[in-house]
């Protein structure tokens, strides 16, 4: 582990031949057309040789030490903090090397700046400029924006149009190689202030001492008995890490991190855009981050061709230094329930699902399962005789007209349910409900809806059940090796009091995003945002890995439907639009309706949904102890659920 340290000395050199023009202090620039002031600037950004000063071409030296070397074409950006965010340009002025080297490069450029220049003005240096051009840094606004739904506020920095003396540090998806540090996240900052004013010529002398930002991480991964000679895992296909900062604004005035808490992100990706295999450096895999300088939890998951691996530890990272471990992971197996709050929570929603002559009955595969997750609309889900549009894979970005998100369910393919009922749930457009007043279906059957005074019926045999818990129903059965129920609604009220409660989102095995609530035990490093979000999307967390791992408990949004009818509504999740998740507890408390969780853009906590607009369910475990080894989850014996889960392990 090394500190590294950039050092740039600026100097002047020879005016390119702009009009000067004269103010009443003597002082001479180029004028542009939109009347700011353009100087020449030479940057002599040397290296020190016992730090090997941080540039932009990393290499490994026979120690594994990062070594940092300036190329040809580098580029920083410069900004003068003395404009005080009034620029109207919507890029910072770049410096491009002539050379590249261990001893040392000259950058080369011009600078604008909205005012004249005054000694004191103080410069800001940037370094990689190509982070502009790659997205990893972008401009945003000095002033917060500031968003209040249902008695939660939440905070952030808008998008700018033009420069500032703030920019946003974005480090949520990378490849994995040193090179992709070098270009895109290998955040450097310096400042300087000006010594003296250039007088007839518009040439400045400027020195400065860059800082690294964030600490740059090599990973091997090792599992006991593992595929290579070594142990080590060679053949990988893409790493989640979350627990790491991944996201943070920057002040370019003092360099110091203004992100708020509600945008802070601390999640990053590792793969290749067209899936390929990573590509290893002496065997490790490279990450940059933004260091907490403090023990920070971690959870790392490893996707390979012979299964899903993870690690969660905590280990010290500092700003500026290099490290390389050798991480020891686990194979993951699927669990039949993840536990939070003490409560074993199945690991996905209750289902019906028919392909061909396949039919099943039960859990889903996955957390984030909803119906027609990575579909587009056809025919069938036409609504108000209107097609439905997309917005991207999968149901929840289906809609009409203005983003109106209302599309009709099918049968096949169903996640929703009418509240008590089980002979009619395949019967959309029916009205079968269980009504009742006060009272829980805690794992009960019932053969009728209400007695003619109104009064419940009393429970009857699974054989003669039309009505009651539809999860035990078909999940405590021949073939089955575990059985679920109903939540109650006192399951639901200790979830909210978990230690972690997020906006969130998975990825599926299509490669979209699924959006929902992650609950846990275990506390994320930094705050996060909350519910309700509002409806911009960007404050969700990608917990692929978290969930996956069975690190906590993930809840989709999942809309609801309309009275009656196969309508889903409230479930295209997009900017700008309204959308929820409803989840049934167990217990009625009128005729008509009953308990239930509900989240989203506009809205979280209990609710009392109605009986007939049918909703999600959630089950909880109720079978018995498991001991030893677990068998398969009863989805990995589904062969149509096979790419997501099967005897082998879970997969996504």
């Known amino acids: ?99 590249g080297g261990s001893k040392g490069t000259s950058f ?43 008695g939660v506020t ?141 023990s920070t939890n971690f959870t790392i998951t490893v996707y390979t061709p012979s299964g899903v691996y993870t690690k969660t530890a905590s280990k010290v990272f500092n700003t500026g230094y290099d490290y390389r471990s050798n991480i020891t992971v686990e194979k993951i197996t699927p669990q039949p329930y993840v536990k939070v709050k003490d409560v074993m929570w199945a690991t996905g929603n209750f289902i019906h699902y028919k392909k061909g002559s396949q039919e099943y009955w039960g859990i889903a595969p996955a957390q984030w399962w909803i119906s027609n997750y990575g579909d587009n609309p056809s025919v069938d889900n036409k609504v108000d005789n209107k097609n439905i549009v997309k917005n991207g894979l999968g149901s929840q970005n289906w809609y009409i007209d203005n983003h109106n998100g209302r599309y009709t369910q099918t049968s096949d393919d169903l996640d929703l349910f009418r509240w008590g009922d089980i002979s009619e749930a395949l019967n959309l457009n029916s009205n079968a409900y269980l009504g009742g007043t006060g009272f829980s279906i805690d794992e009960k059957y019932y053969k009728n809806k209400l007695t003619p005074g109104g009064l419940f019926n009393g429970p009857v045999d699974k054989s003669e059940a039309k009505f009651g818990d539809i999860v035990k129903y078909h999940t405590e059965k021949t ?88 309508t889903t509504v409230y479930r295209h999740v997009a900017e700008g639009s309204n959308f929820m998740g409803f989840y049934y507890a167990d217990r009625a408390t009128a005729v008509s309706t009953c308990r239930g969780l509900f989240f989203g853009s506009l809205n979280y906590g209990m609710t009392l949904p109605q009986k007939h607009q049918a909703c999600a369910i959630r089950p909880v475990y109720v079978g018995s102890a498991i001991t030893g080894t677990p068998p398969v989850t009863d989805a990995a014996n589904f062969a149509p659920f096979s790419n997501i889960i099967d005897a082998n392990g879970r997969k996504y």
């Open 108 to 150: 080369q450029g011009t600078v604008k700046s909205k005012n004249q220049l005054k000694v004191n003005n103080q410069f800001a240096f940037f370094y990689p400029a190509a982070g502009l051009e790659e997205g990893s840094v972008g401009l945003v606004s000095t002033s917060e924006t500031t968003e209040t739904n249902q």
């Open 479 to 566: 073939g089955r090796s575990y059985y679920y129920k109903y939540p109650t609604a006192e399951q639901f009220e200790d979830l909210m009091k978990s230690v972690t409660k997020v906006p969130a989102f998975c990825y599926t095995d299509k490669g979209n995003k699924i959006y929902g609530i992650y609950y846990s035990d275990y506390a994320l490093t930094g705050q996060h945002a909350k519910f309700p979000t509002g409806k911009k999307l960007w404050k969700y967390e990608d917990v692929t890995g978290l969930v996956l791992a069975n690190r906590g408990l993930f809840l989709p949004i999942t809309g609801q439907r309309n009275d009656n009818v196969s």
């Open 154 to 294: 939440i905070s952030y920095h808008d998008v700018s149009n033009t420069i500032t003396e703030y920019v946003s540090l974005n480090m949520n998806k990378q490849n994995g190689t040193l090179e992709n540090i070098d270009k895109k996240f290998d955040f450097n900052w310096g400042s300087d202030l000006l010594k003296e004013v250039p007088q007839n010529v518009n040439n400045i002398k400027l020195k400065a001492n860059f800082e690294r930002k964030v600490a740059i991480w090599g990973m091997k991964f090792k599992i006991v008995n593992g595929p290579s000679s070594s142990s080590f895992i060679e053949d990988i296909d893409s790493v989640k890490i979350n627990g790491l900062r991944s996201y943070d604004v920057l002040n370019l005035k003092n360099g110091s991190f203004v992100g708020t808490n509600d945008e802070k992100e601390y999640a990053i990706t590792i793969a290749n855009k067209d899936r390929s295999k990573l590509n290893l450096t002496k065997g490790y895999i490279w990450t940059a981050f933004l260091a907490e300088d403090a």
């Open 1 to 99: 582990m090394k500190k590294r340290k950039l050092q740039f000395l600026c100097g002047a050199i020879a005016m390119i031949g702009f009009t000067a023009c004269s103010d009443t202090d003597n002082m001479s620039s180029d004028v542009a057309q939109d009347g700011s002031y353009v100087y020449n600037v030479e940057v002599a950004a040397a290296t020190d040789s016992t730090t090997h000063a941080a540039t932009r071409t990393l290499k490994l030296d026979e120690q594994n030490n990062v070594l940092s070397r300036w190329a040809a074409g580098d580029k920083i950006f410069i900004y003068n903090t003395a404009d005080n965010n009034q620029s109207t340009e919507h890029t910072y002025s770049t410096l491009t090397s002539q050379s």
